[in-house]
């Protein structure tokens, strides 16, 4: 009796040792063999039972029993804590925190030339300009006639253009939009105008779709120098520096007197004479520009006696190409989202 009753009391210590000891479902599955396996500690103790003296089987067995149902209670007990300690952990390892930004989110980005086109906007916004739009699909009229390009004018041949049967056109450059702009907001007037144009050309270093930002100030007893200066200045903020600039005499029908401005090469300064931007010469054409044809002025229903202005022309590609050093117009257009999202330069 006294011995069984110290093995009873040895394996219910030993078993609440090593339950003690136990973190994690194996070690708790080994515990159960160790103790109510086959060979386990309780099994051996339970078999004994026959082998004591008939006078203490009965006492044995009872305390041996409910050892065993202790046992079992115990490793349920555990099995629960272990299980619920586990899913916690799992649950606040795949607890998803709503206010965490998305894993691998794409950075979107503004397309090279609509980016140009808003800071070239931002620019002249600064200087009290208003961004004016037009629409692409035009009539000759406004496109042409009130330009003072008449149907006869060479002009016209510059320009080839998309024709509908009905005689509408897609507007080849965003002029049309200055007389729009007179006719709808009347003067004083500073404008500046983006878009789309559209013109029958289609190789390396044309495409038939490009991007224009037109501009036009009306006002009285305006000068050439204020031209020269607001064109300037704004090449010099889009660029983030002060660049060498260069006016020369040009032809427009739709200014007079007109000029294109150069800009010193962004890429190579003049220095470099096989420099791929600038072919060498040191010098890039940005703009056209000049003194608003009193024609037009008078298209825009302006009396051009007491008003004049100034209009200026720019290639919004072009400006991207040079700012961000993309090489290839056609990257501009071909739709490569990868390209266009990948950090073409621009910022985000
Ligand atoms: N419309 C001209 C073109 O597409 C660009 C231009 C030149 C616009 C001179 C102007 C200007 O407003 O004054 O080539």
Known sequence: MAVTELNIADVRDAFLVSLNAIHSL?????????????????????????????????????????LRDEIDIRLAEAEKIIRDAENEKLEIQERIDVTLPPKGRLKGAFHPVLQTMHEIADIMQGLGYSVASGPEHEEDFYNFECLNIPAWHPARDMQDTFYFNDGTLLRTHTSPVQIRAMLQYGAPLRIVCPGKVFRRDNDTTHSPMFNQMEGLLIDKDVSFSVLKGTITEMVNAFFGRSLKARFRASYFPFTEPSMELDIECVECSGHDEDCRVCHGTGWLEVAGMGMVHPNVIRAGKIDPNIYNGFAFGLGLDRLAMLKYGISDLRLLFDGNTAYLLSGWGGEF
């Open 26 to 66: 194996q070690e708790l599955d080994d515990l159960r063999v160790k103790f109510t396996g086959k060979k386990g500690e309780l099994t051996l103790l339970l078999r004994s039972v026959g082998k004591l003296p008939p006078e203490q089987r009965k006492q044995a067995g009872q305390e041996m029993n409910s």
